[in-house]
């Protein structure tokens, strides 16, 4: 069996019962019950992931920044110039990027991966390098890439959560870096939602009106062009997708079958999670929505997924952030259920 076959039937439900006991416990605390809001529902949901009444905080938080670049810059659907992409890889690499300095705060590990920036292999320590393409076809004319390249990007995900998160107690945030990549990402949520490319299509890196109306236009013709099936997660992804959003679907579905939450980021990595969802529809009972961001079409794509984001800080720029900033929330909701005293421990009378 495939790598991919053999992590979608993995992927079980967590556990029902402990989620069951955990939220009895969550109501026995000295609140009104539910008035913790979404830390609640983070604290059961990890109670069932972890299969136990009482969820452990995680060992090993890491954030995987996956890059990969997009033929369809060609179409001049970014504010920003395609070398951007690996200069980025090299400033997440010496640390000085946004996700750096956030995740350095959280106390996660980032995790950088090449799998299909444009050009020759880059070549830097502590880079994993796990090239697919150099870069997807422009998707305004055809296939961003061949159904088997979809497959084996994915499988390069799932494979990166097996031989990085070492550790039952972690926690994978989902991270992405790729000039042009919030087009793909566009296209996937308008054919799995149905709507009009015009209604959820956002300015990325910040288009003028002008340009974001060729952008609407360019992600039109690519669904026209290619007739993505939805019913067929992979025909989406190959037609349509990215290897860096093909990518993360695999980290997202590799967390699901080693049963490890994880923190799905902004508009690119929900493309990748709606790939995951159709692919294998349980690894949604394992993520979790950090923040809303300011792409118009990302609330609609939570939605689908039926997630509910904790923060909300018109964030827009992808790489993890969003990410890893909810860790500290997920941490904060471990800590709840394990530490506060019970009606009965601190004799608070109950209504
Ligand atoms: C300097 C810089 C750093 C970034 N970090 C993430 N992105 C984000 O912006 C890009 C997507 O937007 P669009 O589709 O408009 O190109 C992706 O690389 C995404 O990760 C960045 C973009 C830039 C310019
Ligand atoms: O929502 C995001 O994650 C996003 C938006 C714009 C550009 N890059 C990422």
Known sequence: MSLLKETLAQIKRPNQDMEKQARRRLDNLTKPP???????????????????????????????VMAGDH????????AFPQEVTPQMVLNFLRGGAGI??????????????????????????????????SGTDNIAHGPAMSREEAIKAIETGINLVQQQVTD?????????????????????LAVFSGLEPAQITGRGTGLN???????????????EVNRPNREDGLDVLAKIGGLE??????????????????????????????????????????????HLSAEPGHRIMLDLLGLKPVLH?????GEGTGAVLAFHLMEAAVNIINNMATFTEAGVSQG
């Not at 033929?71 to 970014?78: D, P």
């Not at 959280?106 to 020759?120: E, H, Q, T, Y």
């Not at 107690?169 to 996937?188: K, Y």
């Not at 800080?313 to 720029?317: A, D, H, T």
């Open 34 to 64: 539910g008035s913790l809001g979404l830390l609640e529902e983070i604290a059961y949901r990890l109670a069932g992931i972890q299969g136990q009444v009482l969820p452990q905080q995680a060992k090993d938080k890491l954030v995987i």
């Open 313 to 317: 800080l018109e964030m827009r720029l």
């Open 71 to 78: 033929g369809v810059t060609a179409e001049g659907i970014s």
């Open 100 to 133: 750096n300095v956030l995740a350095r705060q959280a106390g996660a590990r980032v995790l950088v991966a090449d799998i299909g920036v444009a050009g020759k292999a880059l070549s830097y320590d502590g880079l994993i390098s796990c090239r697919v393409k």
């Open 168 to 188: 039952q107690l972690a926690l994978v945030g989902t991270g992405d870096m790729g000039i042009g990549n919030t087009t793909p990402s566009s296209a996937i």
């Open 209 to 223: 009106n002008e340009r974001l109306q060729h952008k609407i236009k360019i992600i039109t013709q690519a669904i």
């Open 245 to 290: 959003i093909a990518g993360l679907a695999g980290v997202i579905l590799g967390c699901a079958a080693r049963q490890i939450p994880v923190v799905i980021d902004g508009i690119i990595s929900g493309a990748a999670a709606l790939i995951a969802h159709s692919l294998a529809p349980l690894s949604r009972d394992y993520m979790f929505a950090s």
